[in-house]
């Protein structure tokens, strides 16, 4: 199994108390992020017909460490509901040999996102190195795209001091979540809808990782459930608009 994946059977009660232990910086809601906007950014918000999740009972999807050998069937399916998410990319061994589905991805009105080059924990490296996990994906994704990404998860959550001050320099905002399916413990599809669909709520931020088997198929379920129950799906810039994504920051619901 591959180290990255091992990495994943920290829980993630315990990854998110852990998360920000070693950063001064204090997490961001996606409330409170929209609360920030300006007037201005509010009434353009407004104008270009965009989602208020200030009125909308909103939730975010978000995938980490693809795309992999199921994406292109997530796609289709996020393309069938008509739901846009956030994929958090790795960069070895993902995104340099799978280009057309990182292509994809972009084409089809999902947001890019960084989520390593090779998924070591950022929190154990010192600047240099951070700086060559994020920036090595930066630029793989805007070789294939055109586009830096602005956000970054770090691999478990874990960011520190350290972690804000490259992450800044870079121009990436920090995204943590809120429902998670621990999907990389079990090929239980409906497990894996039960697990989130019990952790869902307004702003939430969705975990899960479409490299995993039993991930993808569990996915039509939980949108046909969430929409049922009133959700509308968006991207997590989509979910802080009409706030932006603040380098450095961490924003977490």
């Given at each position: 199994m591959p180290e990255y994946r091992k990495k994943f059977t920290v829980t993630a009660v315990a990854a998110l108390a852990l998360a920000i232990g070693g950063c001064s910086m204090?997490?961001?809601?996606?409330?409170?992020?929209?609360?920030?906007?300006?007037?201005?950014?509010?009434?353009?918000?407004?104008?270009?017909?965009?989602?208020?999740?200030?009125?909308?009972?909103?939730?975010?999807?978000?995938?980490?460490?693809?795309?992999?050998?199921?994406?292109?069937?997530?796609?289709?399916?996020?393309?069938?509901?008509?739901?846009?998410?956030?994929?958090?990319?790795?960069?070895?061994?993902?995104?340099?040999?799978?280009?057309?589905?990182?292509?994809?991805?972009?084409?089809?009105?999902?947001?890019?996102?960084?989520?390593?080059?090779?998924?070591?924990?950022?929190?154990?490296?010192d600047a240099d190195g951070i700086r060559n996990e994020l920036s090595r994906t930066q630029e793989a994704i805007a070789k294939i795209t055109g586009s830096?990404?602005?956000?970054?998860?770090?691999?478990?959550?874990?960011?520190?001091?350290?972690?804000?001050?490259?992450?800044?320099?870079?121009?990436?905002?920090?995204?943590?979540?809120?429902?998670?399916?621990?999907?990389?413990?079990?090929t239980d599809s409906e497990l894996i809808r039960k697990r989130i669909l019990d952790q869902a709520g307004r702003d939430g931020i969705i975990l899960l990782h479409d490299i995993y088997d039993g991930t993808v198929p569990a996915v039509p379920g939980i949108i046909d459930e969430l929409k049922n129950r009133g959700y509308t799906f968006v991207t997590v810039p989509d979910l802080l608009a009409p706030g932006k994504a603040n380098p450095g920051e961490v924003y977490r619901p």
């Open positions: 204090e997490p961001t809601s996606p409330s409170a992020a929209r609360d920030s906007a300006s007037a201005a950014e509010s009434l353009s918000l407004s104008a270009a017909g965009g989602t208020d999740c200030a009125k909308v009972k909103c939730i975010a999807l978000t995938f980490d460490a693809g795309p992999g050998k199921d994406t292109p069937k997530l796609l289709d399916s996020l393309k069938e509901k008509q739901v846009h998410a956030t994929f958090f990319l790795l960069g070895e061994n993902h995104v340099v040999k799978q280009p057309d589905v990182v292509r994809r991805i972009a084409a089809e009105g999902h947001e890019v996102a960084n989520h390593t080059w090779s998924h070591h924990r950022l929190d154990e490296l830096r990404p602005t956000l970054m998860r770090p691999p478990q959550g874990r960011t520190d001091d350290d972690v804000t001050s490259v992450s800044r320099e870079l121009g990436l905002a920090q995204v943590l979540w809120s429902a998670t399916a621990k999907d990389y413990s079990t």
